[in-house]
């Protein structure tokens, strides 16, 4: 028997080691080794692992309703977690469609785009722009607006459609001339849009922070000024939050910190059940709702999956959300932000922090690679991202374990 582990060159790395347990920040080990998960499992545990209140909820619920087919039935968990997201987004932003993961999310969300302009009589809108260098996930649709020659996908890439990639300009502690970097791009895609805006159906961001690329930040003057551009030429905005939603940037999204646009979509996952089940949300406007609706079926989205809308994982996203909105919850975060923000590293580049995040390159993938070896050998968790380490706890963190994590890996760096 042998387990086929995501992202492992299975030749080269050591067996996977055995988790037996999990309790908050920490996953304790078969070799009775004890771990602090410094990256939250894939950045979705916001609440650490084995939170309690979810592991009732989920019980609770899976003695009551287990799984439904999402047609014609629908169950209060799903109508729930809709209500309490409508709660914090937009009032634009009201129509809810489940699936189970943050790739199929996207997927939703870029085939939505496209049949909202076609169900409009608008077939020439074949095309998709992105930030170069994104990761939206590992199915077809999500890799071809990704980072297409990143090592993740271009073993795929004579598959891919056609887009349009846009530069980013990167922001962290060392950047200059940031303004004058902004403008050239801006005035890129413009001139890009004027020849062939009307060929494209919609721009994919992930909104402030590119996670996978490397934990990379870009200002929110400069997505305003984008988003902008692009809605000039009737270009739709897809924002992926799988990775931002659920206050990982300091805010609830990261389209909270945009001051004057909103995207038209919206995908949702990761935290989005406390990291306990796989659960994701497309969230559209209203405008590109009624533009499925018709007496003709084919204009219908005819898109579903087996578990949609699972009723236990909603469930879960339920309690999770309600614990991420206490106050105490609320003042964790602030307190792991302001943290980050004030504390120094010597002897790393780059250095950046965004909300829960904080990020810096060490000089090469090597050297990210040691350093993640030395903390683990001291009980920490990290993985690094090529040269990038970076640090993304769940909210149950204290300030002394994150004080100890720093404290050890500046014992290393120096
Ligand atoms: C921004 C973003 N979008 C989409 C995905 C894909 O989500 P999933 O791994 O659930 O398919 C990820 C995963 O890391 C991500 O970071």
Not at 124 to 139: A, P, Q, W
Not at 320 to 336: G, H, P, Q, V
């Amino acid at each position: 028997m042998k387990i086929w582990r995501p992202f492992t060159q299975e030749k080269i790395v050591p067996p996977a080691i055995k988790v037996v347990k999990g309790d908050g920040l920490y996953l304790y080990t078969e070799n009775g080794k004890k771990y602090a998960d410094m990256i939250s499992s894939w950045w979705v545990n916001i609440h650490g692992h084995a939170n309690k209140e979810i592991a009732e909820a989920i019980s609770k619920q899976a003695a009551t309703l287990e799984q439904v087919i999402f047609t014609a039935f629908s169950h209060q968990p799903a109508e729930e977690i809709a209500e309490k997201l409508k709660s914090v987004l937009p009032n634009s932003l009201n129509k809810f469609f489940f699936s189970d993961n943050g790739s199929t999310a996207v997927e939703v969300a870029l085939k939505m785009a496209y049949q909202f302009f076609k169900n409009n009589g608008e077939t020439n809108r074949k095309i998709y722009m992105h930030l170069e260098g994104s990761y939206h996930g590992d199915t077809y649709g999500a890799m071809s607006v990704s980072g297409r020659k990143s090592m993740y996908h271009f073993n795929f890439s004579d598959f891919f459609f056609d887009t349009i990639s846009i530069k980013v300009p990167e922001f962290h502690e060392e950047t200059q001339n940031i303004e004058q970097r902004e403008n050239k791009i801006i005035k890129g895609v413009e001139k890009t849009l004027e020849q062939r805006g009307h060929e494209v159906c919609a721009l994919i961001v992930e909104p402030l922070l590119q996670a996978a690329k490397g934990m990379v930040v870009y200002r929110s003057e400069f997505l305003e000024r984008l988003i902008a551009t692009v809605r000039k030429f009737g270009v739709l905005v897809i924002f992926d939050e799988v990775m931002t939603g659920f206050y990982r940037t300091g805010r609830f999204f990261a389209m909270d910190y945009l001051k004057h646009e909103k995207p038209d979509l919206l995908c949702i996952s990761k935290a989005l059940t406390g990291g306990f089940l796989p659960l994701s949300i497309t969230v559209a406007t209203e405008q590109i709702y009624n533009a499925f609706l018709s007496d003709d079926f084919s204009k219908a989205f005819i898109h579903g999956h087996s578990y949609t809308g699972n009723p236990i994982a909603c469930a879960a996203a339920c309690k999770s959300f309600d614990i991420l909105m206490r106050e105490e919850t609320i003042r964790n975060i602030k307190a792991i932000e302001e943290f980050h923000k004030r504390t120094k590293l010597q002897n790393v580049h780059n250095r950046r922090s965004l909300g829960v995040m904080t990020a810096f390159d060490m000089t090469s993938v090597e050297a990210a690679k040691e350093l993640a070896d030395q903390l683990f050998e001291k009980g920490i968790f990290v993985r690094p991202l090529g040269k990038t380490v970076y640090l993304l706890p769940p909210y149950c963190i204290s300030i002394d374990e994150l004080d100890w994590v720093y404290r050890e890996i500046s014992h290393v760096l120096n």
